[in-house]
């Protein structure tokens, strides 16, 4: 390497460290302003009915760039603070822009409870004994949409794409969170064209270690839906079959599943002696939490 090249190396390096070090003071001073600020040496949080705190990073004003070692510090801090403040939890909401953060909290004693697309949750018991967190949410729930033409006996099935077997089925999908079950009818009018109205639970299906839900657990609910169109508009995408078919025969074929095998022939015994027989129909109902509602489903009552 030539002398100028060496001297150019060496006052890139020095440049280097001047702007790493002034980067770090930057963070240092913001987190020092930010204490100042706040006249506490705790990051801001929300304090829960169980004796637990949430801390949301995106909310209390930290540098965006701020380094893993200046957010240590405040994080020491604030654990100390809250354990003499008789603590019992941290719940530490980590955007992914900030995911340097994680380790320095890791270190401490942290660990992940959950993540979605633009954050990941950590959290820390420090209360007594063995941790009385919560797990995060273990099933996926699975909807799917039986639409009885009751006139002539018939029921709305497709064949999936890109499957081992083709067998026929109830149309449907996974549900969105937030979604309730009837959202049934969504999926149908997305897979079939066919529009439909809800009018009753007919199954649940419990399933774990699913292969299609990461090794979780998948619920796979089936409902009674009364068709209010007709003609087939399927989507090619996802389907290669849709057709409206006998119901005697779904319970015979042995081109199906068996849970679609089995609610084929609930379905025909509710035609032969009336769907009150068969169906857990939807109530709802409100909440303890003031201003929320529930759906419940259950059998109907008699009247007296």
């Known amino acids: 390497m030539t002398p100028s090249a060496l001297l150019c190396q060496f006052r890139l390096i020095g440049l280097c460290r001047k702007w790493c070090s002034s980067r770090a003071f930057t963070c240092q001073a913001a987190v020092n302003q930010l204490r100042r600020e706040q006249g ?3 990051l801001a949080g929300r304090v829960d009915r169980f004796g637990g705190i949430t801390v949301d990073l995106a909310d209390v004003g930290l540098p965006k760039d701020i380094s893993e070692t200046a957010f240590a510090d405040l994080l020491t801090d604030s654990l100390g603070r809250w354990k003499s403040e008789g603590k019992v939890a941290v719940w530490l909401r980590v955007p992914i822009a900030m995911s340097r953060c ?3 909290a890791a270190a401490r004693g942290f660990t992940f409870h959950h993540a979605q697309e633009r954050h990941a949750v ?10 009385k967190l919560p797990g995060f949410a273990t099933h996926q729930i699975g909807v799917a949409g039986a639409v009885v033409d009751e006139s002539n006996g018939k029921v709305l099935v497709v064949q999936d794409k890109n499957k081992t077997k083709n067998a ?3 149309p449907g999908g996974l549900s969105d969170p937030g979604e309730n079950i009837v959202t049934a009818v969504r999926e149908v009018l997305e897979e ?4 439909s109205e809800f009018r009753s639970l007919l ?3 419990q399933q774990h270690n699913h292969p299609g839900a990461f090794g979780m657990s998948d ?3 089936i409902c009674r839906l009364r068709p209010l169109s ?3 508009h399927f989507c090619t995408r996802e389907c290669e079959r849709c057709e409206w078919l006998s119901l005697a025969e779904l319970a015979r074929t042995a081109d199906t599943t068996p849970i679609t095998s089995r609610v084929a022939r609930l379905l025909l015994h509710g035609l032969e002696r009336g769907f009150e027989s068969i169906d857990l129909a939807m109530e709802e109902l409100p909440a303890v939490y003031s201003g929320m509602f529930y759906q419940l489903y259950h059998r109907q009552i008699p009247s007296s």
């Open 219 to 221: 619920i796979y609910v």
């Open 168 to 170: 026929w089925k109830f």
């Open 192 to 195: 079939t064209g066919i529009r």
């Open 203 to 205: 199954s649940i299906r």
């Open 102 to 104: 994680a380790g320095a």
């Open 40 to 42: 506490a040496t705790a």
């Open 122 to 131: 950590l959290s820390l018991w420090m209360g007594a004994g063995e941790s």
């Open 230 to 232: 007709y003609d087939i």
